[in-house]
């Protein structure tokens, strides 16, 4: 009987990031795929009065209410207008499961390291470096790499963290 290898728990398969490719507009991002528990269709979204603009309300993920997030306005790109497309990516950041809107996701993909450079100057003053991995080269296209951990500030993060708090105890019907 071979004993068997234990699985890495990363995303690097080799010298590989698998990632899933989402688009905001007509840019094309990555996260890897292990920081993502699901994707979910869009569903009706819930608002909570007076929340700050990038939280776009909570909704019911099979008996468990979750925090959604408009991405779009985090990282102060244009929103366009929800269709059959818009996706929610499910993710747990900081030990809190929340929701990510993106226009689409179109695929998962494989990609060498060694084709990931930090990210140019002309991105950074765009949207902002704090949460850019760097930009991943494909043959004929380019990809940024978002690290979702870092996607939030620290208030942001925690004003999304006090909702999940407050409706963790909520039973969703």
Do not use: W
């Not at 699985?7 to 996260?31: M, R």
């Not at 991995?133 to 940024?144: A, P, Q, S, Y």
């Not at 925690?158 to 969703?172: D, F, H, K, R, Y």
Request: charged letters at 25%; aromatic letters at 2%; hydrophobic letters at 45%.
């Amino acid at each position: 009987m071979a004993a068997q290898q234990p699985q890495d728990a990363k995303t690097k398969s080799g010298d590989d990031l698998q990632l899933v490719v989402f688009n905001i507009g007509k840019e094309e991002f990555g996260v890897e795929i292990m920081r993502v528990q699901e994707i979910i269709r869009m569903t009706g979204i819930t608002r909570i009065p007076q929340a700050p603009a990038y939280i776009r309300g909570i909704i019911n993920l099979r008996g468990k209410i979750i925090v959604v997030l408009n991405l779009n306005e985090i990282m102060g790109m244009e929103t366009k207008e929800q269709d059959e497309n818009t996706r929610i990516i499910v993710a747990n950041i900081d030990e809190t499961v929340m929701g990510f809107i993106v226009d689409s996701v179109s695929e998962v993909i494989r990609l060498p390291e060694m084709n990931v450079e930090p990210a140019p100057a002309v991105i950074a003053s765009k949207i902002g470096t704090e949460y850019v991995m760097g930009v991943g080269k494909m043959e004929d296209r380019l990809l940024i790499l978002l690290d979702l951990d870092k996607i939030l500030g620290k208030n942001q993060l925690l004003n999304v963290q006090e909702i999940s708090t407050q409706t963790s105890g909520v039973e969703a019907v």
